[in-house]
C-alpha cells in the first residue's frame, strides 16, 4: 500500500517555491556582471574576449532562467499531487462512511 502525506506534500511545494524565488533573485543580480563585461584593453583580441565572455553570460542565464522555470513548475506539480491525494483519501474515506 502506498502512503502519501499531503502535508508533506505542501511543505515540499513550498521549499520548491521559496527556491525558485531565491534563484530568481540570485539570476537577476548577477545578471549585469555576467553580460556586462568591459575589455581590459583597447586591442581587438580583447574585445574579442570581452565580447565572447559577455555572449557566454547571456548563455549561462537563459539556462538558469529554464531551469528556474522547470524547478518552479515541479514544485506546483508537487503541490497539485499534494491536493490530489488528499482528495483522493477523502473520496476514500468517504466511500468506507457509507
Do not use: C, Q
Not at 47 to 69: F, K, P, Q
Not at 74 to 87: H, I, K, L, N, R
Request: charged letters at 10%.
Amino acid at each position: 500500500m502506498l502512503r502519501v502525506a499531503p502535508e508533506v506534500l505542501a511543505v515540499s511545494s513550498a521549499v520548491e517555491t521559496e527556491g525558485t524565488a531565491s534563484l530568481g533573485g540570485a539570476a537577476a543580480a548577477a545578471a549585469a556582471p555576467m553580460t556586462g563585461v568591459v575589455p581590459a584593453g583597447p586591442s581587438p583580441a580583447l574585445v574579442l574576449l570581452a565580447s565572447a565572455a559577455a555572449a557566454r553570460g547571456v548563455e549561462a542565464l537563459g539556462a538558469l532562467a529554464m531551469l528556474t522555470g522547470a524547478k518552479g513548475l515541479f514544485g506546483s506539480t508537487v503541490a497539485v499531487s499534494g491536493v490530489g491525494y488528499e482528495a483522493v483519501d477523502a473520496a476514500a474515506s468517504t466511500a468506507l462512511t457509507i
